[in-house]
């Protein structure tokens, strides 16, 4: 089917522990976005990528790094894992700046770290 | 700076009755706004959208949302409500003119639809 496809959906890390959870889309679309999602905190934006080649800060980029692998797939890795990064991770695309469509959304990733 | 608020953590409603769900935004230039719905251990699903045009936009399932521009909100509405609209509703907004890509989101809105 269609969409946003997250990988893992479910991650238990130990402080200090590094990973990258991947995201990949089938919609040829040009804009990616990794939000998180606390409670009471909505989802706040860490890294988006515009266009393929092309990554930013989003408002809080902290303790993470992102890549965009190519049109298809964008990553983010947390280098060294800090249970303040405890959370549940998403991965969404758009079309383009000019197709205000929404997002579609991956469904999620779950990360405890212990 | 672009914000949005949701000021009601729940909204509890009966069966059969009208619902409504409230958003206040801010932007500095034309507010793209958008209504997402979460199911539990899912991802967020896109409900419907206000870009320009007529204020009162329809969406999927039923519901709709009124753009008011000089109230700065967005509520989101459904006259008859159904068991299974109970989810989490989030508001988005951003700044149409600014243009970035980024979307705020408001924290969420729980809605419970009693039986």
């Known amino acids: ?7 893992p959906k479910f991650q238990v890390l130990k402080t200090g522990q590094s ?4 995201c990949a889309q089938d919609m040829n679309h040009n804009s990616m976005y990794w939000y998180r999602q606390d409670p009471g905190m909505g989802l706040r934006l ?16 902290n303790g ?5 692998l190519n049109k298809r797939e964008f990553s983010l890795r947390l280098e060294s894992a800090a249970p303040s990064q405890t959370s549940v991770y998403f991965c969404a695309s ?21 | ?3 949005v608020a949701q000021p009601e953590d729940q909204v509890k409603v ?15 230039g034309n507010p793209y706004l958008f209504w997402y719905v979460q199911y539990p251990n899912r991802g967020l699903q896109f409900l ?9 936009v329809k969406g999927s399932y039923g519901f709709e949302a009124e753009f008011n521009k000089s109230q700065t909100s967005f509520h989101l509405k459904k006259p008859s409500a159904l068991v299974s609209d109970s989810a989490l509703y989030f508001c988005a907004v951003r700044d149409g003119g600014s243009g970035t890509y980024k979307y705020i989101f408001g924290t969420g809105t729980r809605l419970k639809v009693l039986a």
């Open chain 1, 46 to 61: 860490i890294y988006y990528s515009a266009s393929e080649g092309t990554t930013d800060k989003g408002e809080v980029p």
């Open chain 2, 1 to 3: 700076a672009q914000s």
């Open chain 1, 1 to 7: 089917n269609a969409g946003v496809t997250q990988t």
């Open chain 2, 48 to 56: 419907l959208k206000y870009i320009t045009g007529d204020n009162l």
């Open chain 2, 14 to 28: 009966a069966e059969g009755n009208p619902l409504t769900v409230k958003c206040t935004y801010s932007v500095s």
């Open chain 1, 94 to 114: 758009t079309p383009s700046r000019d197709r205000d469509n929404g997002y579609t959304f991956g469904s999620g990733t779950r990360l405890t770290v212990v």
């Open chain 1, 19 to 22: 990973m990258t959870l991947q």
């Open chain 1, 64 to 68: 993470y790094n992102v890549s965009r």
